[in-house]
């Protein structure tokens, strides 16, 4: 299948790959610049799919139940394992990519984030209910330790420039609440909470000095920057239009955000900026064969230097198929 890329307003002589694939579902995507490959999740599939930054798929790493958040650190890829409330550490050495679950007891474990080498995830209880609470593992020998303070639906962000700091988002409510917390000592604490003028939060970005902080809101029909120190508006407004979905920072080329919509009529759907400027440096289109946005939530990643977007956008509307789309950036 040829993936739904309509237009894409690329630099002359650049060209963009975009690769079907399938039905896998989507979770996350992650950049492994040290070895110049991107790591998809597939859900649905129970797979890791391996793309270089050309689009080519190199491998696809079966077995691994629900595979949705990862975290790349060295050697190693973690993955929350959500069908099997755990984490697994896929051996990014080994040419057959074997993998281990280090931590179990993780129910319904999606979003995966890592604070000054510990890693960090929300579990549920079973069914789900959207209440959520947070709990951290440390890599080298499994242990894990949960916190009982709920959080609804929540979304994880962090940043090299604000060690021991893991940002919160309240994902899917009116209005969107955002908490910086200190998980540096076993007690957390609460640095900054707020409620904000945004609705529906799907992603969430902190840039990689530690002092902004970018969510993804279906309301309003922008990107609107906080301090991460106050978690209030800082004055600055990325534009966007029907609906945020995704962002994505890298400290590449001074500092970039890149920002994606989905489900809206309105292009383009893919646009990158320096952080703190308002006019994007690179904008692409990628609909779907009726005409509407199609990035995924926590479907961006951009290369560690700035010079490649990485997109996971759907095949249609319910995004039966996951695209893979990597464009080199101007």
Not at 24 to 37: E, K, N
Not at 56 to 63: C, E, G
Not at 138 to 157: I, K, M, T
Not at 185 to 195: D, Q, R
Request: proline share 10%; net charge negative; aromatic share 8%.
């Amino acid at each position: 299948m040829v993936a739904a890329l309509g237009f894409a307003a690329l630099a002359p002589g650049v060209a963009n790959a975009a690769t079907d694939l399938g039905p896998i579902g989507f979770g996350a995507v992650v950049v492994d610049d040290a070895r110049g490959h991107v790591y998809v999740s597939g859900p649905t599939a129970n797979v890791v799919d391996v793309l270089d930054f050309s689009g080519n798929l190199v491998a696809s790493i079966p077995n691994v139940p629900g595979a949705w958040g990862m975290v790349s650190s060295g050697r190693c890829l973690y993955v929350a394992e959500g069908s099997a409330g755990a984490i697994g550490r896929i051996d990014l050495n080994s040419p057959t990519f074997a993998t281990t679950q280090i931590a179990t007891g993780l129910a319904y474990a999606r979003r995966l984030v890592m604070v000054d080498g510990t890693l960090w995830t929300a579990v549920s209880p079973l069914p789900p209910t959207g209440w959520e609470t947070l709990a951290s593992i440390d890599p080298r020998s499994g242990r894990v330790r949960n916190f009982p303070q709920e959080y609804y639906s929540p979304d994880l962000a962090t940043s090299p420039g604000a060690p021991g700091t893991l940002f919160l988002a309240y994902d899917a409510q009116s209005p969107g609440q955002l908490l910086r917390l200190d998980v540096s000592k076993p007690k957390l604490k609460v640095l900054a909470s707020t409620f904000t003028d945004q609705e529906n939060i799907e992603d969430l970005a902190v840039s990689p000095d530690g002092t902004r902080v970018i969510p993804a809101s279906g309301w309003p029909y922008a990107f609107e920057e906080l301090s991460a120190s106050t978690l209030q508006p800082d004055g600055i407004v990325y534009p966007g239009n029907p609906y945020p979905s995704a962002v994505a920072v890298t400290p590449g080329r001074g500092g970039l955000l890149a920002t994606g919509l989905d489900n809206g009529y309105s292009l383009p759907d893919i646009a990158v900026y320096p952080l703190g400027t308002t006019s994007p440096i690179f904008t692409a289109t990628t609909f779907t064969p009726n005409g509407t946005a199609n990035v995924l939530p926590h479907g961006l990643a951009l290369s560690l230097d700035g010079s490649m977007l990485f997109a996971a956008t759907g095949s249609d509307p319910v995004a039966t198929n996951t695209i893979f789309n990597a464009f080199p950036l101007p």
